[in-house]
């Protein structure tokens, strides 16, 4: 049976634990979606722009200098990097922007943590002539300066969150408390596959172009699926773009990155499939980090795609029924990746996707040289090289927030 | 006591033909002591029943008001646990129903069938969950009920007739009807149409019902009176105490009182 189930559940996780008053905007929501899932003029406008607007589909490169260096199985490079605006999240964007316009709001809202979602929405925001704003916490808006002129060159207004932990789990807080206000003429566009029932669905069905594309192009290219897919995990959504088409191709392991940040027991991490328990927060239940009381902890990681103390509940649900394997990766060991792909393809990967090349190094060695690996190479790393670049002239001493 | 004790409240001032009035406080803000001798003298000024609001580091319902009491509650070292033990301490001197409101996490974490029955220990009457919606309430309900122990649910302006229905007909002690759609603050206008919203609410519910979030000066409380059964006064009161301190939140209780 696919998953989710009619109320939104994968397996324990999932649902929707929100406010009163937006239950029946999700509803709405929901109905809309259901909707366009099966119109094809709907569809055809979407595959319009995904081709015509954010260049897809995108390459699957053969990373054979990667793959030699490793020592074990054949690398492949899902370029989600060169999708326009520079990571996957374009996809999403344009999916529920397009889905915003045909419900008649007038007004997109969205929460950005390193600027990459933020800059998506913005994008499409421009295009489609919506009015829009983007909640960024305060900490954040100092870290990724870049992104946030981006978003206001776009025509987007930025607002600063100063409450908590000033990051990305309160930039969302703050996106809600909006939508509570605005329910009437605004559409929450939300980043990833986290949050109440509809949007993990949504969101990885929109994503979910990315490992369809890559079963084509893998098919054509070596006329046999992929042995292992690996892909870093904030939220879950590159992640459930690239594995949701390969869930029933049982021969096919799929691989999660999470951020180790400075290991999972300095506790300065963002690991909450490895390292937190299963809770509720900003809408759905999933593996959450949480102090004994309940309370949410701050996640860190060195990149600010990852460090969200919650993952989706698809990805929760893969972990528990063990069709994925999650592991974490620290800052050290992205750095490290982030280096060496920049240096054996040419290719500098975001920090985000750094933590997935990190893991494919790890399992390489492993590997029987015939064994076929997909990374997914989220997003480009020319927003990050500013801090690695401080981060290098520290002698490879990481700071964080 | 739970369920019955908030139900003869409510018997009590309507014979006496005045509305109950409900007031929120952030628990362990600025220290659980505070907050105990708190209850007592808003007990004492007039004050029907009490919410107790348990510190949550993600408050999403919440406006800046409360979310600021939250964080400095917690930062004081308050939890869900010696919330409860507070209220047991205080059942031994007071018998105004007392109600927690609490985010939906704090309350897994802590287990809900050990939950409900700590709450039916200490005297804690029911509990409100801001972001449970009907459809996950389930659980939590049937954990309550075991000991009589109120399960408050919120409507929304925006609630359809069809959801307020199912929600109606599983709520006990009282519906809480939010007077807006949005988070908790002052508001200097509520421009919900608050006579047919409660007529709604009242055409599938004989339980009592009690309106809040945006009310903060008598005057609102008063013009909104007429058609429910309770007030819920909530940021004005935390706001008052942190800026003004107990004697001005104790002014204002009694104000809001006479108000209604």
Redesign the interface.
């Known amino acids: 049976m696919p998953l989710p189930d009619k109320?939104g559940y994968f397996g324990v996780y999932g649902?929707?634990?929100?406010?009163?008053?937006l239950?029946?905007a999700l509803e709405e929501l929901e109905t809309a979606y259901y909707e366009v899932r099966e119109d094809q003029s709907f569809i055809n406008n979407l595959q319009y722009f995904l081709k015509n607007y954010a260049g897809r589909e995108t390459p699957l490169h053969y990373a054979e200098n990667l793959s030699k260096r490793l020592g074990g199985g054949k690398i492949y490079l899902k370029r989600e990097d060169l999708n326009h605006t520079g990571s996957h999240k374009l996809n999403n964007a344009l999916g529920q922007a397009l889905l915003a316009r045909r419900m008649g709001k007038k007004r997109l809202i969205a929460e950005t943590g390193a600027g990459q979602h933020g800059v998506a929405t913005a994008t499409v925001a421009a295009l489609l002539g919506i009015e829009c704003e983007v909640y960024m916490g305060a900490e954040d808006i100092q870290r990724q300066a870049l992104n946030v002129f981006r978003m206001e060159l776009l025509g987007t207004k930025v607002i600063p969150v100063h409450?908590?932990s000033a990051t990305l789990?309160?930039a969302i807080?703050e996106a809600?408390?909006d939508w509570?206000?605005n329910?009437?003429n605004t559409y929450y566009l939300l980043g990833s596959v986290v949050g109440a029932h509809p949007y993990p669905m949504m969101v990885r069905d929109f994503q979910a172009v990315i490992g369809q594309e890559v079963k084509e192009q893998i098919l054509a290219q070596e006329g046999r699926l992929p042995h292992h897919l690996i892909a870093c995990v904030g939220g879950g959504s590159n992640s459930m773009g690239l594995f949701y088409p390969f869930l029933e191709d049982a021969g096919v392991k799929m691989w999660g990155a999470e951020a180790a940040g400075r290991g999972l027991s300095s506790r300065e991490h963002a690991a909450s499939l490895s390292a937190g328990r299963p809770?509720?927060?900003?809408?759905s239940y999933g593996y959450?980090m949480?102090d004994?009381?309940?309370?949410?902890e701050v996640a860190y990681s060195i990149s600010a795609g990852l460090d969200h103390p919650a993952v989706g509940p698809e990805p929760s649900y893969l972990k528990d029924s063990g069709r994925a394997s999650y592991l974490a990766i620290s800052d050290e060991e992205a750095l490290e990746a982030f280096r060496l792909l920049s240096r054996c393809e040419g290719i500098i990967p975001a920090l985000e996707s750094s933590h997935a090349v990190a893991l494919a190094v790890q399992l390489a060695p492993q590997l029987p040289n015939d064994e076929i690996m997909v990374i997914n190479i989220s997003g480009r790393g020319d927003k990050d090289v500013q801090q690695v670049a401080a981060i290098m002239e520290q002698g490879g001493v990481i700071n964080g927030h | 006591m739970g369920i019955s004790r908030i139900a003869d409240t409510f018997v009590a001032n309507k014979q006496a033909g005045r509305k109950s009035l409900i007031v929120y406080i952030s628990a362990g803000d600025p220290s659980l002591k505070a907050t105990a001798s708190l209850v007592k003298q808003l007990s004492a000024a007039g004050a029907d029943i009490i919410e107790l609001g348990v510190p949550f580091s993600d408050p999403v319902a919440d406006g800046p008001v409360i979310q600021a009491a939250s964080y400095r509650a917690l930062a004081a070292g308050a939890s869900l646990s010696k919330i409860i033990q507070m209220a047991s301490a205080l059942r031994k001197e007071t018998q105004i129903p007392m109600v927690l409101m609490s985010y939906y996490n704090p309350l897994l974490r802590y287990g809900l069938a050990n939950l409900a029955a700590d709450m039916d220990k200490a005297g804690v009457d029911g509990l409100i969950v801001p972001d449970l919606p009907w459809e996950e309430s389930q659980p939590l309900r049937e954990a309550l009920a075991r000991y009589q122990l109120a399960g408050i649910p919120l409507i929304a302006p925006n609630t359809p007739v069809p959801r307020l229905i199912r929600i109606a007909a599983s709520a006990s002690g009282f519906i809480y009807c939010v007077s807006l759609t949005g988070v908790t603050g002052i508001r200097q206008n509520i421009t919900t149409g608050i006579q047919e919203y409660m007529e709604r609410v009242r055409a599938v519910s004989d339980l009592p019902i009690g309106v809040g979030f945006g009310i903060g000066s008598p005057e609102q409380a008063s013009s909104m009176a007429p058609f429910c059964d309770g007030i819920i006064v909530g940021s004005a009161v935390v706001h008052t105490l942190y800026e003004e301190g107990e004697a001005a939140v104790i002014k204002l209780v009694k104000r809001l009182k006479q108000a209604i």
Not at chain 1, 15 to 21: D, I, L, Q, S, Y
Not at chain 1, 292 to 296: F, T
Request: glycine share 16%; proline share 6%.
């Open positions: 109320n649902g929707r634990f929100v406010p009163e008053t239950m029946p409450t908590g789990k309160d807080n809600m408390r509570v206000t329910v009437d809770g509720v927060m900003q809408g959450l949480q004994k009381d309940g309370q949410v």
